[in-house]
């Protein structure tokens, strides 16, 4: 059973406006949330990241908003550039689950010129 | 920076080969694991360490074991290689702090023929 859903396998934008990336999780426990870019042929790279106890980080461009009433999180993206252009995933650890990631099946976001 | 290194970005081996893939990380981390990724599934944990000598089942460890001889290094075993287990392998290290990520390698592309 997926613990962590990404029910959008792809998304495409124009460049200057916003990509809105979503996830949803099932596991309570869950209580520190991720987001990964990934570039074909590379690995995976640390996006942004929140803890259970905020709604919303920010870092640049990107913000990730977290509702743990509805176990949802999503990353805004604005504006999205073409070099954005990734595979997004979203990933989730539980409290006394040894620090192991449980990763969503990826949004492929491609950003148009 | 953090560095986690895979010993080969492409490799390509025959059905029923014993298989080694090799990683390691320069950062001290005491979690260490391996993923897989495929089409449509996302990454899949295969086994994780969070010390020397230890490691747990993650959610598909059927056809792999894994060895932790030193902090550093961690590495994943397909003792008879089958076409199936062709992937992109990512090897990944975090430390022991609950709200940090985890940093991948750049990934091993396997093919068994």
New interface residues.
């Given amino acids: 059973d997926q613990q962590v859903k ?1 029910n959008s ?1 792809s998304l495409s934008v124009q460049e200057g406006r916003i990509s809105i990336l979503n996830c949803d999780y099932t596991n309570s426990m869950f209580d ?1 949330f ?1 987001w ?1 870019k990934k570039y074909p ?6 996006l942004i ?1 929140i ?1 259970s106890i905020k709604d919303k980080n920010e870092d640049g461009r990107f913000t990730v908003f977290l509702n743990k009433s509805a176990k949802h999180l999503s990353l805004h993206i604005v504006p999205s550039q073409p070099g954005d252009s990734a595979v997004y ?1 979203c ?1 989730a650890s539980a ?1 006394g689950g ?9 949004t492929k976001l491609t950003v148009n010129p | 920076d953090v560095k ?1 290194t895979q010993s080969s ?1 492409y490799l390509v081996k025959r059905t029923g080969e014993k298989v080694f893939l090799e990683c390691v990380q320069d950062m001290d981390h005491e ?1 260490m ?1 391996w ?1 897989r990724q495929d089409p ?6 295969i086994y ?1 360490s ?1 010390d020397v000598k230890m490691k ?1 089942k ?1 959610d598909i460890p059927e056809g792999y074991s894994v060895s932790r001889e030193k902090k550093e290094r961690f590495s994943l075993i397909l003792e008879s290689a089958s076409t199936n287990q062709t992937s992109m392998y ?1 090897c ?1 290290s ?1 430390s ?1 702090d ?2 940090t ?7 091993t ?1 396997l093919t068994v023929v």
């Fill in positions: 990404q396998p520190y991720l990964y042929a590379e690995g995976p790279t640390f990241s803890s995933f990933a409290e040894s620090e192991k990631l449980v990763f969503g099946k990826g | 986690v970005r979690n694991f993923y449509g599934l996302g990454l899949r944990l994780f969070y747990e993650g990512l990944a975090s022991g609950r709200y990520e985890a940093f991948f390698g750049q990934g592309r």
